[in-house]
């Protein structure tokens, strides 16, 4: 069975989506098959990859809904070995339907116990909040990944959504749950403020916060009104190489380390064939 990440915080824009896209893809340019999952109305993921929630009908709120099996729902993108269940505009005012539902947490769990098997990771991008969605995409997880953007308000929102966690795993609705780690975004080191915060989070949080960290890259910004993953926007941006350390490292942590020989020239050719893709 494959990892399952949910990439969560529910702080509004500390990087979110822009680790969920970019960490799948640099999974996906390792030879791995990943599935990343749009769980916010936002649709900014599935944008982000060239699939605006506008013109898709089917997404993942019908399989919320249990309208389509997941297959049915999953769409290829323009990297190789990376797919994307889509968000629609159906995932607007969802929550109102999930209401009466039966085990309306597991949906997503369901749906990923039937067919998630071709896949090594599944990636899902949370709404930021911590509504029904993301409870379907905590409850589901293996883990974890908290990106925490560099600021004064860090630890405020970290705090909240550790606490919450802590409920998820007590409550039972999964007790295995874990943190994959805290990521540091939107980094900034000629910044006071900045390198405080992030000795502040690698002082209390220690192995759990990631050795790499993702520095504030202007390409980052500008790869999702492409339609691409940073690396097949700019593959030798600090933004791209960030997140390509950041997937050598999550593997390096779970025990299952790429080739070093064979990474360098895979990412390379895997890069071309997204660049010729897209
Ligand atoms: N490292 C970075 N450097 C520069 N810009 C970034 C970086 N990371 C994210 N951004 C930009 O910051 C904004 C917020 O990022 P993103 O959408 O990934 O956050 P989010 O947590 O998913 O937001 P939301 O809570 O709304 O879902 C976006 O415009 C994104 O392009
Ligand atoms: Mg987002």
Known sequence: ??????????????????????????LALEDFMVLLI????????????????????????????GFREMPDAVVPTCVDGLHLLPATRELIGLEIELVEASRREYRIKRALSAHAAPYDFVIIDC???????????LAAADGVLIPVQAEYYAMEG??????????I???GLN????????????VDRRTRLCRDVVDQLREVFGTEVFQTEIPRNVRLGEAPSFGRPVHAYDPLCRGAISYTNLALELLDRIGC??????????????????????
């Open 38 to 65: 749009d769980l916010d109305p936002q649709g900014n993921a599935s944008s982000g990859l060239s699939v605006p929630k506008t013109e898709v009908s089917v997404g993942v709120a019908d399989v919320l809904l």
């Open 257 to 278: 380390e790429a080739d070093d020989e064979d990474t360098a020239a895979h990412t390379e050719q895997n890069l071309v064939r997204s660049q010729e893709a897209s």
């Open 169 to 171: 795993q007590k409550g």
């Open 127 to 137: 709404p930021p909040s911590l509504n029904m969605l993301t409870i379907n995409g």
């Open 1 to 26: 069975m494959p990892r399952i990440i949910a990439v969560s915080n529910q702080k509004g824009g500390v990087g979110k989506t822009t680790t969920a896209v970019n960490l799948a893809t640099a």
């Open 175 to 186: 007790r295995e749950l874990r943190r994959e780690g805290i990521l540091l975004t939107m």
């Open 158 to 167: 970290l705090s909240e959504l550790l606490r919450a966690m802590n409920q």
